[in-house]
């Protein structure tokens, strides 16, 4: 297992270009990206030990932030 943060542009690196307009242009993107930036971070913190928490709530922020990318990955590919 990685500890290090799924950034948007690292896991999407052929829609970078597209990742920028739409935080320029979408705001239902931006809250999106924000949402998942968000959950990102609080997965790294857990992680690390940083911020522990139990293998449950571990679970539950993964499916989210799995949720959040695949709509931002549709926004993306649309």
Known sequence: MSHTP?????DFPEHVERIKQ???????FVRLAEAYHEINRAIHRA?????PV???TE???RKQRLRLKDEIHGMLTA
Do not use: Q
């Not at 799924?6 to 690292?10: Q, R, S």
């Not at 992680?47 to 911020?51: A, G, M």
């Open 47 to 51: 992680e690390t030990n940083v911020e």
């Open 6 to 10: 799924h950034e948007l542009a690292e």
């Open 59 to 61: 679970e539950t922020m």
């Open 22 to 28: 739409l935080k320029a242009t979408n705001a239902h």
């Open 54 to 56: 139990d293998g449950m």
